[in-house]
T-cell receptor
Framework: AQSVTQLGSHVSVSEGALVLLRCNYSSSVPPYLFWYVQYPNQGLQLLLKYTTGATLVKGINGFEAEFKKSETSFHLTKPSAHMSDAAEYFCAVSPLINNNDMRFGAGTRLTVKP | DAGITQSPRHKVTETGTPVTLRCHQTENHRYMYWYRQDPGHGLRLIHYSYGVKDTDKGEVSDGYSVSRSKTEDFLLTLESATSSQTSVYFC?????????????FGPGTRLTVL
């Protein structure tokens, strides 16, 4: 089965600083990889996803992630943090075809300081 | 935003009582999912449905049952609620198209079992 490890349950950055949220996965088959964001008292919103093709994936709100097969990683980055980026971020992995076994990481809470 | 509603949004109940949560979609998506979200665990799949009257178990299905009599509605039932089922429950929907199978999430239901 697939699994996801998100390094760091809490990350704090200053406004304007680089955001780096780490995600490593384990999968026996080529994976689908996702990043979701959750704002307080809301559901999860898809930020970006990797299926096949280009390994650098661009998402909404200026976020991007790079699939590195050799490192089994899918880290999320944003060059310049904004106060509105404060939220919880979840990395998820799914087998290529069957999305009924999607596994989520435990989440990383991002705080943005003024 | 995907047309997904969940009801109720908040519920407090007592141990041993039955509870039913409802997920309603207006997207006519074939797949529907129930997840629970707990601190330190991210989201874990409880049950999913791949069509009317077609359901299957997820990672943490014990103590839960589901039903889907219409495309738009997916019900999650706790036959006899326990304190360990205190959680936030999310419904998700998807419509696989080739290799594309992104899940879209509802706003969640916060359930407290006393």
């Amino acid at each position: 089965a697939q699994s996801v490890t998100q390094l760091g349950s809490h990350v704090s950055v200053s406004e304007g600083a680089l955001v780096l949220l780490r995600c490593n996965y384990s999968s026996s088959v080529p994976p689908y990889l996702f990043w979701y964001v959750q704002y307080p008292n809301q559901g999860l919103q898809l930020l970006l996803k990797y299926t096949t093709g280009a390994t650098l994936v661009k998402g909404i709100n200026g976020f991007e992630a790079e699939f590195k097969k050799s490192e089994t990683s899918f880290h999320l980055t944003k060059p310049s943090a904004h106060m509105s980026d404060a939220a919880e971020y979840f990395c998820a992995v799914s087998p290529l075809i069957n999305n009924n076994d999607m596994r989520f990481g435990a989440g990383t809470r991002l705080t943005v300081k003024p | 935003d995907a047309g997904i509603t969940q009801s109720p949004r908040h519920k407090v109940t007592e141990t041993g009582t039955p509870v039913t949560l409802r997920c309603h979609q207006t997207e006519n998506h074939r797949y529907m999912y129930w997840y629970r979200q707990d601190p330190g665990h991210g989201l874990r799949l409880i049950h999913y449905s791949y069509g009317v009257k077609d359901t299957d178990k997820g990672e943490v299905s014990d103590g839960y049952s589901v039903s889907r009599s219409k495309t738009e509605d997916f019900l999650l039932t706790l036959e006899s609620a326990t304190s360990s089922q205190t959680s936030v429950y999310f419904c998700a929907i998807s419509e696989p198209q080739g290799k594309e199978d992104t899940q879209y999430f509802g706003p969640g239901t916060r359930l407290t079992v006393l």
